[in-house]
């Protein structure tokens, strides 16, 4: 079916090449949620998220606690978030979203992949603006009436509903994140995973050797460490 379709059907999880790479990174966003939001996860709608993702991963309970408690400690490690913008081969826009604690590591990494591969590093807002960030829940759809479930939490957020395979899948504008996520706890409906993302306004439709092109740039950068996102605007149907 090409390589864009096994791509697509892959990636999820598939940037984090291996278990400890995958805890680490999802470490990474525990740290970032518990400093924006305080480690109560009751109250920290970002925080839920990430254990979340901890849960899909299969990382230990324990390793989820221990993460929390070290991102409260006086040591804990300060990781900044920095969003880096620019363009893949055959003009394919990317955001890649980072947490590091080294800026200077990072920025030559995401340079030097940008470059080795075709690509090209932005400034700040070259890209952005093609995207929409969005909230977005997977639901196993077993059992769910889509008329109602929308009717039911569209006061609550609610964006757009669609059927993907086995799952619901509820889209919410970046803002209304907690309030949607909240309303699914309030009704016990357990996500699947749930995630903030970047939606492309428009796609661009690349022949099989050109999506090659930008597929390898896209694996290099999530190969890197700091990296937790990348985002493009390629077709990917």
């Known amino acids: 079916m090409g390589r864009a379709f096994e791509y697509r059907k892959e990636r999820k999880f598939k940037r984090w090449a291996n278990m400890a790479k995958t805890f680490t990174k999802i470490g990474r966003e525990i740290a970032l949620a518990v400093r924006s939001g305080g480690p109560d996860p009751d109250y920290n709608p970002r925080l ?4 979340q993702n901890a849960r899909t991963a299969n990382m230990p309970k324990a390793n989820v606690e221990s ?30 979203e980072t947490a590091t604690n080294n800026l200077n590591r990072t920025v030559a990494n995401i340079r030097h992949i940008f470059s080795k591969y075709g690509g090209s590093l932005g400034t700040s807002g070259s890209v952005d603006y093609m995207f929409d960030r969005k909230g977005v829940f997977k639901i196993p759809k077993e059992g769910v009436d889509l008329e109602e479930l929308e009717l039911d939490l569209i006061d609550h957020g609610l964006d757009d509903i669609r059927e993907e395979d086995e799952f619901v899948v509820l889209y919410a504008n970046f803002a209304d994140f907690g309030s949607l996520q909240k309303a699914l706890e309030d009704r016990q409906i357990e996500p699947e995973s749930s995630e903030i993302v970047r939606i492309p306004n428009h796609t661009k439709t690349l022949t099989d050797e050109q999506v090659e092109d930008v597929i390898t740039l896209i694996e290099k950068m999530e190969d890197d460490e700091d990296v937790i996102n990348v985002f493009h605007n390629m077709d990917m149907n």
């Open 48 to 51: 839920r998220m990430a254990v």
């Open 67 to 96: 993460a929390i408690k070290r991102a409260t400690s006086k040591d804990a490690e300060n990781y900044d978030e920095v969003v880096y913008e620019g363009y893949a081969p055959h003009g394919v826009a990317l955001v890649v």
